[in-house]
Structures are given as structure tokens and as C-alpha cells.
């Protein structure tokens, strides 16, 4: 069966420092992979989204980034982290066929001080 | 544009009162999914349920069940019996071919929250 493993589960990190959080998926091969985040009243941003190694969508110009450097990796990361990223970031991941649900990692807590 | 909307933020209920989450939708494709997921406190979300435009049975899986309504744009999740562990955020979602080119992406309703109280 397919997992997803996303880490850290928590963070605290000061303002202007670096980040980044990796997710991993096991048991399948070529998924589309994404990021969201959900700020504090419930809404999930997706933020980036993947279709292959190396392919990335943005979705919302920001101060993060995302990269994946292996099939079922994906990595989001920040050079200099801003107060407005805190949040919740979630890693999930999907059949690559049209209309799939979407699979999600347990998630990152994180908060910038 | 695609969009979701979930117009109850939040639901109180108490245990094994019967409780209907609304969900209505806005695509312009004729071939669209709809789906539903939870999000317990812990914060991870669980897939529950992905139902396509061609499909209006409704579906019964133990105490949820789901009546998808294309006259009305609406996917209503209702919990029989409601139990304290039901109590999370539930998200309403639609994929169609017109996600900006691109099906791979789920357009999330703000999600309802509902607390089952003892």
C-alpha cells in the first residue's frame, strides 16, 4: 500500500531563517505531488503542484519554493522566513490520471518567531 | 471558474443527533468529481469519498452518506448516529477539466467545522 511521510512534524524557526520540509511517498511510482498550506481558519492553499521529476507549478507568488529532485520526493523550502508564513503545510500526493483524490502526509506545524 | 462552498463554518451537535454538511458547487465542464475529506485535530486529512458528474446515486458507507444533487449543484455528506470522534473540519472538493489546464488540482470548499459534544 502507498504512504506518505512528511517531516518535520513541527518546527519553530526565527524570522529570516532558512526551511525546509521534505515528504516522501512510498508504494507507487510517477504520483503527482503537492504542497499546501493552511493558515489559521481552516483553508487549504495549495501552493505548489508536480507532475514529474524536476517539474514544478507555482500557485501563489510567495516567499517559498519547491523542488523535486527524485520521483516521490518533494521538498519545500524558504531562503528567509517571513512572520506570515506560520502555518500548516501539508504534503500530498495522487495517481497521475485526471480527477484522482489526493493523499495527504500528517503534516508541519510551523511556527516563526 | 470552479468553486466550492461550504456555507456552514461551523456545526454543534450532541451525540447521535443526525447532522447534514452542506456542499454546493460551481463548474462550468460537464465531466467533474466531487469529493469529501476530514481533518480530525491531529490535522491530518483523510479522504472519504470521490463521486463523478454521472453518478447521482446516493452512496451509504456505515453511518455516512452522501446525496449528490446535479439539479441543485450540491454533494450533502450527512452522519447518522453522530459520535464524539466524528467531531473535525469536513472539506468539500471539485476537480474538473477546467482547472487551469489541468484536472490534477482540487478546488477546496473553507471546510465546516463540527463538534460532537457528549
Known amino acids: 500500500s502507498q504512504t506518505i511521510h512528511q517531516w518535520p512534524a513541527t518546527l519553530v524557526q526565527p524570522v529570516g531563517s532558512p526551511l525546509s520540509l521534505e515528504c516522501t511517498v512510498e508504494?507507487?511510482?510517477?504520483?503527482?505531488l503537492y504542497w499546501y498550506r493552511q493558515a489559521a481558519g481552516r483553508g487549504l492553499q495549495l501552493l505548489f503542484y508536480s507532475v514529474g521529476i524536476g517539474q514544478i507549478s507555482s500557485e501563489v507568488p510567495q516567499n517559498l519554493s519547491a523542488s523535486r529532485p527524485q520521483d516521490r520526493q518533494f521538498i519545500l523550502s524558504s531562503k528567509k522566513l517571513l512572520l506570515s508564513d506560520s502555518g500548516f503545510y501539508l504534503c500530498?500526493?495522487?495517481?497521475?490520471?485526471?480527477?484522482?483524490?489526493?493523499?495527504f502526509g500528517d503534516g508541519t506545524r510551523l511556527s516563526i518567531l | 471558474a470552479q468553486k466550492v462552498t461550504q456555507a456552514q463554518t461551523e456545526i454543534s451537535v450532541v451525540e447521535k443527533e443526525d447532522v447534514t454538511l452542506d456542499c454546493v458547487y460551481e463548474?462550468?465542464?460537464?465531466?467533474?468529481?466531487l469529493f469529501w475529506y476530514k481533518q480530525p485535530p491531529s490535522g491530518e486529512l483523510v479522504f472519504l469519498i470521490r463521486r463523478n458528474s454521472f453518478d447521482e446515486q446516493n452512496e451509504i458507507s456505515g453511518r455516512y452518506s452522501w446525496n449528490f444533487q446535479k439539479s441543485t449543484s450540491s454533494f450533502n455528506f450527512t452522519i447518522t448516529a453522530s459520535q464524539v470522534v466524528d467531531s473535525a473540519v469536513y472539506f468539500c472538493a471539485l476537480s474538473d477539466g477546467n482547472s487551469g489546464g489541468s484536472n490534477y488540482k482540487l478546488t477546496f470548499g473553507k471546510g465546516t467545522l463540527l463538534t460532537v459534544n457528549p
Open positions: 463548474t462550468r465542464d460537464t465531466t467533474y468529481y
Open positions: 500530498a500526493w495522487s495517481i497521475r490520471q485526471f480527477n484522482q483524490p489526493q493523499h
Open positions: 508504494g507507487t511510482s510517477n504520483p503527482n
